[in-house]
């Protein structure tokens, strides 16, 4: 991991044990939270999630293996084109959140694939419902529990779920509350790399043959 990126996690805590020698307010210690996570949040992002070192195509692929819907083809095609268009437009946070609904809408039409949908709700990772105790409804599914179900059911490696999963994280900061409380905002160069993730998982599920 990159020097720098060791320097701003390290920088919080010195903050701490510095504050704790000048009776310091609460207020300095609670900056030094929100900073220490907020770093640890990036160094976890450039650990799981490498700086491509070769930039794969924008083109927008057939959708046609996943999705036999015409319509469902052309609203796929369409987001593919609003993520490229949002990444060249400077526009890193409306990109993530079309990239983590792109994502969903591939997941979701490769569940509505499977003629025997019997498996999506015995997975481990099938989503219940805690009242009933029975698995939610297909339509009641997030973009996490398809993430999960899709990895148990090998739609995507292992290392794509652990993307795929920082790719949600990120697309929640949509919620203008959770930005400020996390004190993380997204970046060109973030929504640069999230698109070259979004685009390997993308092909990752076109590239599978048949139901399985």
């Known amino acids: 991991m990159p020097a720098e990126i060791i320097d701003s996690i390290d920088i919080p805590y010195r903050t701490v044990l510095n504050a704790t020698d000048k009776h310091s307010s609460k207020n300095t210690y609670v900056s030094a939270a929100k900073l220490a996570k907020k770093t640890l949040v990036e160094a976890r992002t450039r650990a799981l999630v490498p700086q491509p070192t070769v930039r794969t195509a924008d083109s927008t692929p057939s959708f046609a293996s996943l999705a036999a ?43 509505n694939r499977l003629s025997d ?39 995507i490696s292992n290392s794509a779920k652990n993307v795929a999963v920082i790719l949600r994280d990120y697309r929640n900061y949509i919620h203008p509350e959770k930005e400020r409380s996390h004190g993380v905002a997204l970046s060109p160069d973030d929504a640069a790399m999230f698109w070259e993730v979004t685009k390997t998982l993308s092909r990752e599920l076109l590239a599978m043959k048949g139901e399985t």
């Open 117 to 155: 949908k019997s498996k999506l709700f015995k997975a481990t990772a099938t989503p219940v419902d805690p009242k009933t105790k029975k698995p939610l409804d297909l339509r009641q599914w997030m973009l996490g529990p398809y993430i999960d179900v899709g990895h148990e059911l090998k739609w």
């Open 69 to 111: 819907d015409q319509v469902m083809q052309s609203i796929l095609e369409r987001r593919w084109e609003e993520c490229r268009r949002c990444i060249e437009a400077g526009a890193p946070l409306a990109a993530t959140v079309m990239m983590g609904g792109l994502l969903e809408a591939l997941l979701v039409a490769r569940a």
